[in-house]
């Protein structure tokens, strides 16, 4: 017997790969959007007595990023 296959529209196929990407952007974009948040939020948690960028005469990049992997790691350890 011949396989028979279903031939769907161009709009059904352009509307499950629209649904598929969405499906995969929505997890990416709230997880972008948490982390720019935990960076611009990081700096206000350290008080200024810890916080290397406050009593050194010149910035330390990366300071926030560090915060944000460390409280990302925990929040991920509590929901284990």
Not at 20 to 26: K, S
Not at 31 to 60: A, C, G, Q, W
């Amino acid at each position: 017997m011949a396989n028979k296959e279903k031939k769907r529209s161009i709009f059904a196929r352009i509307r499950n790969n629209f649904i598929a990407g969405v499906v995969v952007l929505i997890p990416i974009g709230i997880t972008v959007y948490l982390t720019i948040l935990f960076v611009s939020v990081s700096s206000r948690i350290l008080p200024k007595e810890i916080n290397p960028n406050h009593y050194l005469p010149y910035n330390i990049p990366g300071v926030e990023i560090i915060i944000s992997v460390i409280l990302i790691t925990l929040i991920g350890w509590l929901s284990l």
